[in-house]
T-cell receptor, first 120, second 112 residues
Framework: GAVVSQHPSWVICKSGTSVKIECRSL??????MFWYRQFPKQSLMLMAT?????????EQGVEKDKFLINHASLTLSTLTVTSAHPEDSSFYIC????????????????FGPGTRLLVL | AQKVTQAQTEISVVEKEDVTLDCVYE???????LFWYKQPPSGELVFLIR??????QNEISGRYSWNFQKSTSSFNFTITASQVVDSAVYFC?????????FGTGTSLTVIP
């Protein structure tokens, strides 16, 4: 149980285009999902916290107009990178926290496999 | 947690050696959770262990063990009899106030 999927796993796009990344909790519901970004040989940095039915909370320095987050249901959050540029190339990882907790407890986040974005 | 320090950037060991990865964190919270994750070259995070802040009992799970010292805010992780497949980046991650804070990571290379 507690599987989180991301789609696509890989995306290559031209500069100026928009890219949408989906994060789904497959066997549990999550009111809260998180989006992280990881540059090569660096740690994961939290970009934003996504709550179902409300606006996402962005970390300092993350442009909310560039990284649009929508948490439309208890099992789906999407991250759209608008007008992507080469500097947006990165590894994007989402995580989901189950409602009420699973065997691992309320505090456990479950991570998706990540999406590699390359902007040419 | 506001800061996580993994002082060891890179470690290389020979297969079958034991290796300990260090983690020191800062937090104003009294209740939190501590995690270790492994990230192989594929990028996917692999959950290893989790401890809560009010249970300092150290345990062993297979080849993995950990030493949690709340007084010094340290949460060290040990791999016994390392294997080549253990080569990866390891992240210490305190979970404070509903947010994960990842450490800078330690790249472990196990040489056959």
């Amino acid at each position: 149980g507690a599987v989180v999927s991301q789609h696509p796993s890989w995306v290559i796009c031209k500069s100026g285009t928009s890219v949408k990344i989906e994060c789904r909790s497959l066997d549990f519901q999550a009111t809260t999902m998180f989006w992280y970004r990881q540059f090569p040989k660096q740690s994961l940095m939290l970009m934003a916290t996504s709550n179902e039915g409300s606006k996402a909370t962005y970390e300092q320095g993350v442009e909310k107009d560039k990284f649009l987050i929508n948490h439309a249901s208890l099992t789906l959050s999407t991250l759209t990178v608008t007008s992507a540029h080469p500097e947006d190339s990165s590894f994007y990882i989402c995580s989901a926290r189950p409602i009420g907790g699973l065997a691992g407890g309320w505090e456990t986040q479950y991570f998706g496999p990540g999406t590699r974005l390359l902007v040419l | 947690a506001q800061k996580v320090t993994q002082a060891q950037t890179e470690i290389s060991v020979v297969e079958k050696e034991d290796v300990t990865l260090d983690c020191v964190y800062e937090t104003r919270d009294t209740t939190y959770y501590l995690f270790w994750y492994k990230q192989p070259p594929s990028g996917e995070l692999v959950f290893l262990i989790r401890r809560n802040s009010f249970d300092e009992q150290n345990e062993i799970s297979g080849r993995y063990s950990w030493n949690f010292q709340k007084s010094t805010s340290s949460f060290n992780f040990t791999i016994t009899a390392s294997q080549v497949v253990d080569s990866a980046v390891y992240f210490c991650a305190p979970d404070c106030l509903n947010q994960f804070y990842f450490g800078t990571g330690t790249s472990l290379t196990v040489i056959p």
